[in-house]
């Protein structure tokens, strides 16, 4: 009895901890309906920056604390709402979910920068009142704990007083209702905005201040996950209701203290030891069941600018014969190393198609795509490998691939059953907590797991060692321990899936998902039952991740239990492939590529660069070097918000006008391909080849648009002006009047667009 | 905006395209490449460093550098004696510069250098050797690095003395970035470098496919994976093998505490590298007398909101005494002060990684204070004593960098290997430097560390053991400062592990995993 | 009997109440005509007829059956199909595809089954489409657009259409074709529910009118009726009827 109170003492400390944190996700959730993934980033460096301030800079605690939670938080939190937030209104639910990835990565970043460029050096975050201590039912119940508790209390009715008496706070849940009509009554959304996300900012903040000491040495990336645990509260809570928030929040602490109790810290039960951090992520899912189903929503995206066009079957073929053509000669080119980043951008290009079906397509969310790629591995590891086999000789089957492929298939609906009648957010954290709960429970797993189904042996934890082999495949007489033989077949599966996905979408299956995607509440209309499509698009999604991410892990070749599988990369491959263009094939290539080629080979360049000049060794390493690492996602993320529909929409758009020049482009190419050969040769160097194709990337189009200015007219005016003042700002055109036609509807006149897609 | 942000788009395109067609060819060149200082004759007249007796201090490893080079004996002058490590009783013959208790085995040689064209990354001027460590890890910046510190000064210095007979070193870096091992290892290998010497890539498992394809030999600084530590022409200056374990700790630590020592809980990260190594404690300590109250426990690695269970549940088993697998920041500091303000006063017995700048400095509070740790390289604070302790540390103020036990280890596989190297004298081939590896059965460092057996492949067969108090390690057993406890039953066999099981050896102790089959 | 039941219906948002114990029905073959001013709760209704939205009290009864509880695409699939006041097109889609995939959609639950393609070919030209067929459904004036929402919900070939102002943003000569179109559709036996501001397209098509405001019904009748109505004038028709 005296070891229950203990516990449920702990328990009360650790969940009002969860409480401030959740109940700020909710602040700033429920004025601005965007899931604030950053605010775990947002808890993080109010951490450090309280440490600076207090043990770096020798500040008084109180002052330390002010400036911290009541200056630089809601600074923070300010500065989103007004730089990122602000232009998220109008978009798409995961346009909403990837730049909040993006700030998240771009604020660890810099945090990693500022404080944590030279190295390992230890962060160690004191206690507020150090280690002082009571003694609680036998239990030792530190200072801190105690002000962790009342300043939950003090959260909790600071915001009642707040959200019901205050004039700010009604305007607050007025702003979260209807916008336009609470301006309309003479009241201010958008200083609502600004101080519900300041409050939602402190209270992160807070909430990292009173994390941090409990880690011990300050890990940024763990300090965020350890926020993130709080975040069930929030969900049960319906993102809205903060008393709910609170008890979820208890009910979160509570639990995690019991099970401690239980099981010994784990011990008593030795396979499931690493439940207790798995708990928030199952508590999630408990939290998804009982939620009441979500209203069907109305187009959010027809008022978005987010805008896909489809190629015809003949021009994906021949893009596709072009990818496979080009990757050879590159890969021809190249030495090893390099061929191995390209191989591993192929790779996670692979593993990005399954997004361009899932999120692309049908408007879902997978923020677990790693964590089918370690289930795909377990499951073909059985068939090819077994307990007895040995991975560095044996290779991958057909059949295992596609059991592989059937199990994810499975899984994936299992994990979509109780979110699917939530709105797509909701998917998205369900897939987030189902990624945590694997990594916990079966990937970190290190007791052996051993079954038989059907007579068949079998293991689930597969890294014993802390390190897996993974099979390549040996096909054809092909030996795919080869790696450029590898990156060929990789090239040539990205094309024939791209080729299949190609032909859902201009199947009637895939005009329903992308009907789905836009307009919810019309299917259910027209009688589609949108769950069991739903459901149909998130298994076929999961099967093809699967596949994607088999093939990922035969790249690595060789995998450790923490490479990947702990659920930012995830994070980071979808908000990547968002942003190079989800509804696009192409789109899912240059997030491979980028991620790869670009995160890996652009640090190298400067490592390099450091290295050979070691007296710029700090500008070239962790100037630029680390500054890109923050830089980028935050490039990234505004560069979304610019333009929704990606990169690859861009870069297609950029070489459209090129079709109207056959000939001229016809050369251009040939010239490429000519080129390439003088520099296999060797006639030419590499460095001159890729200089001469990307500079004829840039210089060709104006050429030929210069050479051929007639076929470009349209081109050369389009999307800049007003079509009310042609003919006043400009003389009129030829087409011009097929301009006006299309404006105004009118039959007849009207001519098909020169790039009419179906 | 199309037409700018295509550019922006056009441009990351560029540069993704160059990086990616210029590859990763690393060429760190050193300052001290030029090979002009060593190849100039001098007089013999400048200031002579009198000593040439290998356990003097500290002035013979300093003074080489910077005073004039009479060391490198001129071609033309006492050209047989620059191989010799036992001083000549010849007056004319200056002394062999000293690292450590031995000279450098560096030199310029007898200038008959012979390349029949056949040899990877060898010249008859020159050889190429690829080094590296995970520096780039974004996860933890600089892991390592201090490896690189040493292995730059270390050539730095070698090709200050002429070389390996007169062969300057070219040492190429590579960043493996923790999870970026196979692209580093595969660098390695198309750059046609000699040998791999002195890297730290903590995912090893996964380079050796590639390195057994390309037949690169390795002296590297440590080695995690079984597969790596009985790799097929690999040797280390301080030997990790996974059959065997170095069990002098359990010996030292029985006779200090001789009644705690039989009440032990072992409190372990949950990762399987930390998990071996607890199951190698729990089967080896018995045989010294040691005991277990507790062996379960197991604690998440990447940090634990509350250790308070942890605590009570030592407390609960009776144990008198912890053994701690992971590392000293974050884990171990947050449990020992929980630990201690509930009451909890054990003695905790950690692995050599414990022997950190960081972690003493964390121990600002006193939580730490029961630390012992365990040794086989002689600690800084000794460094006095020790002329390649010193040396060491002198070497990497002179030239730059960090310093580490790391650092320590790196130069003891440099040595190593530049010893074997430089005995092949002319004709330099990979195979007389691996034979003469095999046949080094008897290695400190120069003094830097406890005996080893690289050649056999054999751990340290002696402790020491050091205590934490406040910022500082003590010194417990034994007391004679730069010295160790040994024992020829010190070296325990391990069997049956899922690392050894996995790495296959065969029956010379060559992991036969990786090896193309 | 008629077709389209709602008895009783009450909605409240908070402590607004948006329909207050309204009653509306819709015969087979008739077109019944849903005005008042804004905010009067008229697509409030629609969302209760066709599931987005649930009652606090009262039932919808579609031929004799209760289908206050099903879900939404149950309800449609029982023949009720609608177009939306503020437009629910699929944007990634051409017009012809937005068309074609309600055929599509339709043809998964629909017996017998008709070829989505040449139903889509034949809902084209009903509604004077076909020369915008290829056009992203985006691209075109709003009056078009709610057409194509109208061709949307003839695919799945309804028993009841419940239409929502599908006449904004339409000329004068296109209201008098679309009349024309409703008037057609209802011979063909689909009962029609239309809200609508277009005063004199409600007198021309409509057989009985119920008037909405505050949420309340003020009055119902034939369109003479009820232009004649004086509640209704005060609330509605306002300063624009001469004495």
């Known amino acids: 009895m005296q070891d229950f109170l203990a516990y449920t003492v702990l328990g009360i400390c650790l969940g009002s901890v969860y409480a401030i944190a959740a109940t700020g996700l909710v602040v700033t959730y429920s004025t601005s309906g965007v899931f604030n993934v950053a605010h775990g980033a947002v808890a993080t460096i109010s951490a450090l920056v309280y440490w600076q301030l207090r043990q770096g800079w020798h500040l008084s605690t109180p002052l330390a604390i002010v400036l911290t939670i009541c200056v630089f938080a809601p600074a923070v939190g300010i500065f989103l709402e007004l730089v990122v937030m602000r232009g998220l209104r109008d978009t798409s639910e995961v346009t909403r979910l990837v730049i909040p990835i993006a700030v998240l990565l771009a604020i660890n970043g810099l945090a990693t920068w500022v404080w944590f460029r030279d190295g390992s050096r230890a962060i160690v975050p004191k206690k507020f009142f150090g280690e002082q201590h009571l003694q609680v039912l036998g239990q030792a119940v530190y200072y801190h704990q105690v002000i962790g508790v009342g300043l939950a209390m003090a959260t909790a009715g600071g915001l009642y007083v707040l959200l019901y008496r205050s004039r700010l706070g009604v305007t607050m849940r007025a702003t979260v209702d209807d916008r336009r009509l609470l301006m309309l009554n003479g009241g201010r959304p958008d200083r609502a905005s600004l101080g519900s996300w300041a409050i939602g900012a402190g209270l992160a903040g807070l909430a990292g201040v009173l994390l941090a000491p409990q880690q011990g040495a300050l890990q940024i990336f763990a300090l965020t996950l350890l926020v993130f645990d709080a975040y069930p509260a929030a969900v049960g809570g319906r993102l809205r209701s903060v008393p709910i928030t609170f008890v979820g929040a208890m009910v979160l602490g509570l639990t995690r203290q019991y099970f401690d109790w239980v099981s010994h810290a784990g011990q008593s039960w030795l396979a499931l030891r690493n439940l207790r951090n798995a708990i928030p992520a199952i508590l999630l899912f408990a939290a998804l069941l009982f939620l009441p189903q979500g209203r069907l929503r109305g187009a959010v995206v027809a008022r978005t600018r987010e805008r896909f066009t489809v190629p015809t079957m003949k021009q994906a073929v021949a893009w596709g014969g072009v990818l496979i053509a080009a990757m050879a000669m590159l890969q021809a080119l190249m030495k090893g190393a390099a061929v191995i980043s390209l191989a591993n951008g192929m790779a996670l290009s692979l593993m990005a198609l399954s997004l361009v079906l899932l999120t692309g397509y049908a408007g879902e969310i997978n923020l677990a795509v790693y964590t089918f790629a370690g289930v795909a591995l377990i499951v073909a590891w059985q068939l090819d490998v077994g307990p007895t086999g040995l991975a560095t000789r044996a290779s991958l089957s057909v059949t295992a691939i596609l059991a592989a492929m059937l199990v994810c298939a499975v899984v994936g609906g299992l994990i979509a059953l109780p979110a699917l009648r939530l709105r797509g957010l909701y998917l998205g954290l369900a897939t987030f907590a189902f990624g945590t709960i694997v990594y916990q429970l079966v990937i970190l797993q290190t007791k052996p797991l051993r079954g038989s189904i059907f007579g068949h042996q079998f293991t689930i934890n597969l890294f014993t060692t802390g390190s897996l082999t993974v099979p390549r495949p040996h096909w054809f007489g092909i030996d795919f321990r080869d790696q450029r033989a590898f990156l060929m077949l990789m090239t040539v599966m990205f094309v024939l899936i791209g080729l299949a996905l190609v032909g859902i979408r201009r199947s009637a299956y895939g005009r329903m998902i992308i009907a789905m995607k836009d307009s919810p509440a019309a299917c259910a209309t027209l009688g589609l039952n949108i769950m069991r499509l739903k459901l149909g698009v998130f298994m076929l999604s999961s099967a093809l991740a699967g596949l994607g991410g088999l093939m990922w892990a035969a790249q690595q070749r060789t995998l450790a239990n923490n490479n990947n599988f702990d659920g930012f990369a995830s994070l980071l491959l979808f908000m990547i492939a968002v942003v190079g263009g989800i509804g696009y094939i192409s789109g899912a290539l240059l997030a491979g590529i980028f991620l790869s080629v670009l995160s890996v080979v652009m640090p190298n360049i400067f490592i390099k660069l450091g290295s050979d000049y070691p007296s710029l060794h700090w500008f070239f390493v962790t100037g630029i070097g680390n500054f890109t690492k923050f830089v980028g996602p935050a490039l990234i993320g505004i560069r979304l918000g610019k333009n929704p529909s990606g990169i690859a929409q861009q870069v297609m758009d950029g070489f459209r006008p090129l079709k109207r020049v056959p000939l001229g482009t016809a050369a251009w190419a040939s010239s490429i391909v000519v080129l390439w050969f003088l520099s296999w040769r060797g006639a030419i160097g590499h460095w001159t080849f890729a200089l001469v194709v990307i500079g004829s990337v840039f210089i060709v189009p104006r050429v030929l648009m210069g050479m051929f200015p007639e076929r470009f007219e349209d081109v050369a005016n389009a999307g800049q002006e007003d079509p009310d003042l042609i003919g006043l700002a400009r003389p009129f055109q030829r087409h011009d009047r097929d301009r006006f036609d299309r404006e105004l509807a009118l039959p007849g006149h009207d001519r098909s667009r020169s790039d009419a897609t179906s | ?517 | ?243």
């Open chain 3, 1 to 243: 009997m008629p077709l389209l039941e709602c008895q009783h219906l009450n909605v409240a948002f908070g402590g607004a109440k948006a329909l207050n114990n309204v009653d509306v029905t819709a015969d087979s073959g008739a077109i019944t005509g849903l005005i008042g001013p804004n905010g009067a709760g008229k697509t409030t209704l629609f969302n209760c007829v066709t599931g987005l939205l649930h009652p606090s009290s009262g039932v919808v009864v579609l031929d004799g059956r209760d289908i206050t509880r099903l879900p939404p695409f149950k309800r449609s699939r029982l023949g009720i199909a609608r177009t939306f006041q503020r437009l629910e097109l699929f944007s990634s889609l051409t017009v012809r595809d937005n068309i074609r995939v309600a055929g599509e959609i339709a043809s998964r639950w629909q017996r017998p089954r008709v070829d989505p393609r040449r139903e889509t070919e034949r809902v084209l030209d009903l509604l004077a489409l076909g020369h915008l067929a290829d056009r992203d459904v985006t691209e075109i004036p709003t009056g078009m657009a709610r057409r194509v929402e109208v061709g949307r919900a003839l695919m799945t070939r309804p028993k009841i259409l419940l239409l929502d102002e599908p006449a904004s943003g339409q000329d004068e000569a296109e209201t008098e074709e679309f009349g024309d179109l409703l008037l057609q559709l209802c011979a063909d036996g689909i009962a029609i529910l239309l809200v609508e501001h277009d005063v004199s397209l409600v007198m021309k098509v409509c057989s009985y009118v119920h008037v909405l405001d505050f949420g309340s019904t003020i009055a119902r009748g034939t369109p003479n009726e009820i232009q004649a109505n004086p509640v209704v004038l005060d609330a509605y028709l306002g300063a624009d009827q001469e004495p």
């Open chain 2, 1 to 517: 905006m199309d037409q700018k942000s295509f550019r922006v788009v056009a441009a990351v395109a560029v540069l993704a395209l160059i990086a990616a067609a210029c590859g990763s060819d690393r060429t760190a060149a050193t300052p001290s490449t030029v090979p002009a200082a060593a190849a100039a004759p001098i007089a013999p007249d400048a200031t002579t460093p009198a000593e040439t007796t290998p356990v003097d201090t500290a002035a013979p490893g300093t003074a080489t550098p910077d005073t004039t080079p009479t060391d490198t004996a001129a071609p033309d002058t006492a050209a047989p004696d620059t191989v010799a490590p036992d001083t000549t009783p010849e007056s004319t013959v200056p002394p062999l510069p000293m690292f450590g208790d031995a000279p450098w085995p560096c030199g310029p040689g007898g200038g008959d250098n012979t390349d029949d064209g056949n040899e990877v990354g060898v010249t008859t001027d020159s050889i190429s050797i690829a080094t590296g460590d995970d520096a780039g890890y974004a996860g933890s910046p600089g892991l390592s690095h201090e490896i690189t510190d040493a292995m730059k000064a270390l050539v730095a210095e070698c090709n200050d003395l002429g070389g390996i007979n007169g062969r300057t070193i070219n040492l190429n870096y590579y960043d493996a970035k923790l999870f970026e091992t196979p692209a580093a290892m595969q660098s390695a290998c198309d750059a046609s470098n000699f040998f791999l010497v002195g890297e730290g890539w903590a995912f090893d498992s996964n380079q050796e496919e590639i390195r057994l394809g390309c037949g690169l030999p390795a002296v590297p600084t440590y080695s995690v994976s079984a597969a790596f530590a009985h790799g097929a022409n690999v040797y280390q200056g301080v030997p990790n093998p996974a059959d065997e374990t170095t069990s002098g700790i359990f010996a030292q630590i029985a006779k200090l505490f001789p009644e705690a020592s039989k009440h032990v809980a072992t409190l372990t990260g949950a990762f399987s590298a930390t998990q071996e190594t607890r199951d190698k404690i729990v089967s080896v300590g018995p045989k010294f007398g040691w005991g277990f109250a507790e062996t379960t426990l197991e604690s998440n690695p990447v940090g634990e909101a509350d250790w308070t269970p942890f605590v009570k549940q030592i407390k609960d088993s009776g144990a008198e005494m912890i053994s701690w697998q992971g590392s000293c920041l974050p884990g171990l500091l947050l449990f020992a002060q929980t630990a201690k303000a509930n009451g909890l006063d054990l003695p905790i017995v950690v692995d050599s990684n414990h022997y950190t700048a960081q972690c003493a400095a964390a121990n600002t509070d006193g939580a730490l204070d029961n630390l012992y740790i365990r040794m086989s390289f002689v600690p800084f604070e000794d460094a006095s004593l020790n002329p390649a302790t010193q040396d060491y540390l002198d070497l990497i103020a002179k030239h730059g960098g960090d310093v580490a036990m790391l650092g320590a280890q790196a130069t003891s596989s440099f040595l190593l290997w530049a010893t074997a190297a430089s005995a092949c004298g002319a004709e330099l081939t990979r195979t007389c430097v691996l034979q003469n590896l095999a046949d080094t059965h008897s290695w400190t460092g120069h003094g830097l560390h406890a005996e080893t057996d690289p050649g056999s492949n054999h751990p340290p067969k002696c402790s020491s053991v050091l205590h934490l108090v406040g910022g500082t390690y003590e010194r417990v057993v034994p007391t004679a400062p730069a010295t160790f406890e040994c024992d020829d039953a010190w070296i325990s066999p391990i069997t049956g592990t899922p690392a050894l099981t996995a790495a296959l050896l065969d029956e010379n102790r060559i992991s036969q995993q990786f090896a193309a089959g």
